[in-house]
DNA sequence: CCCATGACCGTAT
DNA sequence: AATACGGCCATGG
């Protein structure tokens, strides 16, 4: 029998949850990439709610910065985002990823 | 249903 | 470049 193990996740959130993960390595989103991508042009804060939110496993949530190619959050942890990104071949230079324009998925 | 939150965003100082 | 504001929006209490 099929129990229910469906996420307690709104279907808007799932949404946004797998945009995120199709973000290739070695690219970035902007909140509101992900909320266009996902259907809600103009729901880039409330992306940023719940990537503080849903904690799934796997995801590249490091990959989603903020406009401009601002590095954002990171839980608390901005300095890990900042390695992952470096680790995956980006150069931040004042607070930004250098390049944005063209490494933007 | 109303209200407060906040890994946001664009514009103006 | 840094800060301040107002606007936006899906959640959760």
């Not at 946004?16 to 996902?38: E, F, N, Q």
């Not at 470096?86 to 998925?105: P, T």
């Amino acid at each position: 029998m099929t129990a229910k193990l469906s996420s307690t996740l709104t279907p808007f959130a799932r949404r946004v949850l797998s945009v995120v993960s199709r973000i290739p390595a070695g690219r970035v989103a902007t909140y509101g990439d992900i909320a266009r991508r996902a259907g809600r042009p103009g729901a880039a804060r409330a992306v940023g709610n719940i990537m503080r939110t849903a904690r799934r496993p796997g995801l590249p949530y490091h990959r989603v910065i903020a406009s401009g190619g601002q590095i954002g959050g990171y839980g608390g942890n901005v300095q890990l985002k900042i390695s992952l990104l470096i680790a995956e071949g980006h150069v931040i230079r004042r607070r930004r990823i250098a390049g944005f324009l063209n490494k933007r998925w």
